[in-house]
């Protein structure tokens, strides 16, 4: 993202580094406080946009400190694994551009909350961390419960799932939200997901010449830059394109967040 790049050069000494550590803890002190203080200190916080208008505007951001649940065990792993794929997200892409893609996020749901007077939650923010960080590391083992090891992006593609049958199912607000919660996801990765869907369709097409005879013994459809691997030589290997690359360049898994961005020179 070239236009990313030119703003961090730019704005990149404004960034808060550790971002996440100050959301979760924040979360962890209002979940402290509600649990001291019967006092409904969530419903002060939230992003209701009459109250906004009505001159509370401390909501249109602490509505993101609102703890995403009242379990005192289950906010333990919540806000640690919260944490864990902030704090992962930030050191591999530098803490500029994960400001830029969380508060990205919450600017959207703020200014459709006001917009279409909907009350703001971030659990579809988050969520979109979580999507984030299983399309960077997709081999990331979790282990539910500290017993079924799951690959993390088993999770994600299961969650995405929950996510669009709420949309189907849920009302315009719902759907407004949805759409306004995950629009940095798509900012960040929709045009490599657009690449990986072209290259998957390629592919289709070259294994249909391959069961038809047609494609040669040799032949491949996806071969890393740096190490040159090939689904041949390792069919289990996924392949990807990078998007921060000029042009179409395409890195096996183990390459693909660990090699020098290609940059095409102009004379």
């Known amino acids: 993202m070239k236009f990313l790049d030119r703003l961090q050069r730019k704005f990149g000494k404004f960034a808060i580094p550790n971002l996440m550590l100050y959301i979760v803890f924040a979360n962890a002190a209002v979940f402290i406080l509600e649990l001291l203080d019967p006092t409904p200190l969530s419903y002060l916080l939230m992003l209701i946009p009459d109250r906004v208008f009505a001159g509370e505007v401390w909501r249109v951001i602490t509505f993101i400190m609102i703890p995403p649940t009242d379990s005192v065990i289950f906010i333990i792993f919540v806000l640690y694994f919260y944490y864990l794929i902030g704090n992962t997200l930030e050191q591999t892409w530098g803490s500029f551009k994960f400001n830029v893609y969380y508060f990205t996020g919450v600017v959207m749901l703020i200014a459709t909350s006001l917009l279409f007077g909907i009350t703001a939650s971030s659990t579809y923010l988050n969520m979109t961390l979580f999507f984030a960080f299983a399309r960077l590391h997709p081999e990331f083992q979790v282990r539910i419960y500290f017993i079924l090891p799951v690959k993390i992006k088993y999770l994600a593609y299961f969650s995405a799932g929950l996510l669009v049958f709420q949309f189907i199912i849920g009302g315009v ?52 830059t740096v190490c040159g691997i090939t ?37």
Not at 197 to 223: C, F, L, P
Not at 236 to 247: H, I, L, Q
């Open 173 to 224: 607000s719902t759907k407004i939200s949805v759409l306004a919660g995950v629009t940095n996801f798509f900012l960040f990765f929709g045009k490599e997901i657009v690449m990986n869907r072209k290259t998957r369709i390629k592919s289709q097409v070259r294994k249909q010449q391959y069961d038809k005879g047609v494609r040669r013994q040799n032949e491949h459809a996806h071969q890393c």
């Open 231 to 267: 689904e041949i030589q390792d069919p289990t290997m996924e392949f990807r394109y990078c998007s921060k690359c000029d042009g179409y360049h395409e890195y096996c898994m183990e390459h693909l967040n660990d090699h020098d961005h290609i940059k095409e020179t102009t004379h």
